[in-house]
């Protein structure tokens, strides 16, 4: 297969008119990285999907209405999540999958957010060690601040020790 197939495709899907040159550059990525996985070789190179996993360390009391910064990361493909701000900052524009997992600690409460930006997507409880999970499928903007909150309520307690996870990846 060649770049003008490749081009052909674009032009196929309508993209190569409404895109810009990064996103053509993505686009173009995304079909190598489908084509190499089906079995076709283009030697070796990194997939251009961005994608990350992080959990929580240490168990914890979250401040109130701050950003929790889910410190262990297990995937960060493009480095698009910080683990010193827990904001993941999406590269392009799309369809992206969210999720978040906590996990209370004893009989306490604990209420969090999904937020974009400033705006609250999904909210996610737990109780006496139990979960509180959102997966949801959001359109972002390159560059949206995506990350999990702590509310208003205090004295909650939140268990960490890899229990609680924040995770995301592009899905078109």
């Not at 060649?2 to 495709?9: D, E, K, P, R």
């Not at 950003?67 to 990361?73: G, M, T, Y």
């Amino acid at each position: 297969m060649n770049f003008g197939v490749l081009i052909a495709c674009l032009i196929w899907n309508g993209n190569l008119v409404q895109s810009n040159k990064q996103e053509i550059i993505e686009d173009l990525k995304n079909i190598i990285y489908k084509i190499k996985k089906s079995g076709d070789d283009f030697g070796p190179g990194q997939t251009s999907i961005p994608a990350f996993t992080a959990t929580l360390s240490k168990d914890f009391t979250p401040p109130l209405n701050k950003i929790i910064k889910f410190d262990s990361v297990k995937t960060n493909v493009g480095g698009h999540y910080s683990s010193s701000t827990g904001i993941f900052t999406p590269p392009r524009d799309g369809l992206y999958m969210i999720s978040a997992t906590i996990r209370s600690n004893s009989a306490k409460y604990l209420h969090c957010e999904l937020r974009v930006n400033d705006a609250v997507k999904e909210k996610l409880f737990g109780t006496n060690y139990s979960t509180g999970t959102a997966n949801a499928v959001l359109k972002l903007r390159r560059g949206d601040r995506v990350f999990i909150q702590k509310d208003n309520r205090s004295g909650e307690s939140m268990l960490g020790r890899d229990w609680s996870m924040f995770s995301g990846y592009f899905i078109a």
